[in-house]
T-cell receptor, first 112, second 111 residues
Framework: RKEVEQDPGPFNVPEGATVAFNCTYSNSASQSFFWYRQDCRKEPKLLMSVYSSGNEDGRFTAQLNRASQYISLLIRDSKLSDSATYLCVVNPGSGNTGKLIFGQGTTLQVKP | DTGVSQDPRHKITKRGQNVTFRCDPISEHNRLYWYRQTLGQGPEFLTYFQNEAQLEKSRLLSDRFSAERPKGSFSTLEIQRTEQGDSAMYLC?????????FGPGTRLTVT
């Protein structure tokens, strides 16, 4: 079983749609959670950290369910510029480990 | 630009040659990470430095791979006797707290 699992998609949605991505992680001791965005042949860019209480940044809302080991990202009012791959990312432990574990990514294509 | 920088951006090499990549982190960041990404996959962790100390290495980092961060600033990643399977994007990231910020990567092609 992969440590972080995402549906690779692609998700094809019209402009203005609401789309949700889900992710599960296997290590219950995981400490930190993030969503990154990656455009084709570019580096991953931090979209948002994910907090236990849930957090929102404009059109983007992230939720964490520690009991189910489940993370979600909701994008409202999709724009053409939201087309990208969205990576679910977990820091799996405590102490000095700084590594991030990435999911495979979910591809979003927003169409006019 | 005060982001993470990497050099070179592209490298084409013949199988068996050695290559070295450089990463300059964001200046106040004490943590530096190397990842490798192949097509269709998320980045995979290779190694991590806090200041000049290498604190963690992945099993992916075979004995042909070595990374250094001699003065706690820039870092180098060397691959000896390259193999075709080493072809990938090599990404460097840095952090001060939890969030890691990535450089543009070095795309390696081994022919």
């Amino acid at each position: 079983r992969k440590e972080v699992e995402q549906d690779p998609g692609p998700f094809n949605v019209p402009e203005g749609a609401t789309v949700a991505f889900n992710c599960t992680y296997s290590n219950s001791a995981s400490q930190s959670f993030f969503w990154y965005r990656q455009d084709c042949r570019k580096e991953p860019k931090l979209l948002m950290s994910v907090y236990s209480s849930g957090n929102e940044d404009g059109r983007f809302t992230a939720q964490l369910n520690r009991a189910s080991q489940y993370i979600s990202l909701l994008i409202r009012d999709s724009k053409l510029s939201d087309s990208a791959t969205y990576l679910c990312v977990v820091n799996p432990g405590s102490g000095n480990t700084g590594k991030l574990i990435f999911g495979q990514g979910t591809t979003l294509q927003v169409k006019p | 630009d005060t982001g993470v920088s990497q050099d070179p951006r592209h490298k084409i090499t013949k199988r068996g040659q050695n290559v070295t990549f450089r990463c300059d982190p964001i200046s106040e960041h004490n943590r530096l990470y190397w990842y490798r990404q192949t097509l269709g996959q998320g980045p995979e962790f290779l190694t991590y430095f806090q200041n000049e100390a290498q604190l963690e290495k992945s099993r992916l980092l075979s004995d042909r791979f070595s990374a250094e961060r001699p003065k706690g600033s820039f870092s180098t990643l060397e691959i000896q006797r390259t193999e075709q399977g080493d072809s990938a994007m090599y990404l460097c990231a840095s952090s001060l707290l939890r969030e890691q910020y990535f450089g543009p990567g070095t795309r390696l092609t081994v022919t």
